[in-house]
Nanobody, 117 residues
């Protein structure tokens, strides 16, 4: 098992910014891909942004130009900088890490982001 922990959610006004952090706790196993998804009430979970196993980045069309995914000093940490937030961004944001050794995706518990005035 590889624990994945997110932080940084909260309440923000429309037009504001938040930065989410995610850390996968492993110094042994290689992480092939890592990223963020979100799930709003009554909706399916959707991919927001990710670093793929090929080293590229993917973004949902709805967040392009507003959100930026970045890596920390190690492969085990990623951030999601969210700017120009709108109420439709309100959701629980989940971080995931794909671990090659297990051929499995590990998910965090999620962090709530609420955009409201």
């Amino acid at each position: 098992q590889v624990p994945v922990v997110e932080s940084g959610g909260g309440l923000v006004q429309p037009g504001g910014s938040l930065r989410l952090s995610c850390a996968a706790s492993t110094d042994v196993f290689t992480i092939s891909a890592m990223g963020w998804s979100r799930q709003a009430p009554g909706k399916q979970r959707e991919l927001v942004a990710e670093f793929t196993s090929g080293g590229t980045t993917n973004y949902a069309d709805s967040v392009k130009g507003r959100f930026t995914i970045s890596r920390g000093d190690t492969q085990n940490t990623v951030y999601l900088q969210m700017n120009s937030l709108i109420p439709e961004d309100t959701a629980v944001y989940y971080c995931h890490a794909d671990v090659k050794y297990f051929d499995q995706t590990f998910w965090g518990q999620g962090t709530q982001v609420t955009v409201s005035s």
